[in-house]
């Protein structure tokens, strides 16, 4: 049965074509292979497995690049999918007990609380007392 290899999921060529493999590499040319008998060469064999060593190195290190490039947005997606199934089945969470609303709500206004004291802070507001009378605000920047 004949198919064709850019829609079934395990093949290169699909990989490629949805973008989940790099296309254009300088070191996917390295992989390719070569029908052109060589004579042997100690030298020329150490060099090029050397040279093997650190493709396979470069290329590691730019698929993970292209991996991450990839999954950048990833969490974000998946927290906002994850919201909205709460939202949809919301009905099917245990319901929250008075005792353990009234304490989530202490814990938000002691929240709240903490927040104003910090925003204050960051505000600090000198006085000061002037000649002909009167109180002058200064801000200060630090």
Avoid: C
């Avoid at 396979?56 to 999918?81: L, P």
């Avoid at 609303?101 to 507001?125: F, G, S, T, W």
Wanted: aromatic share 4%; hydrophobic share 35%; proline share 2%.
């Amino acid at each position: 049965m004949k198919r064709n290899p850019r829609k079934l999921k395990w093949t290169k060529a699909f990989r490629k074509s949805a973008g989940k493999e790099m296309i254009v590499d300088s070191t996917l040319t390295f992989a390719a292979r070569r029908n052109v008998p060589v004579r042997y060469n100690r030298d020329h064999i150490e060099t090029t497995l050397k040279a093997m060593e650190r493709v396979s190195e470069i290329r590691a290190k730019r698929e993970r690049a292209f991996y991450k490039r990839r999954m950048a947005g990833n969490k974000e997606r998946q927290r906002e999918a994850d919201r909205k199934l709460v939202a949809e089945n919301e009905h099917l969470l245990p319901r929250q007990r008075a005792s353990e609303r009234m304490a989530l709500e202490e814990i938000e206004e002691q929240r709240a609380k903490l927040q104003a004291l910090a925003e204050k802070r960051e505000q600090k507001v000198k006085h000061r007392l002037l000649v002909g009378g009167g109180v002058e605000e200064v801000m200060e920047l630090d």
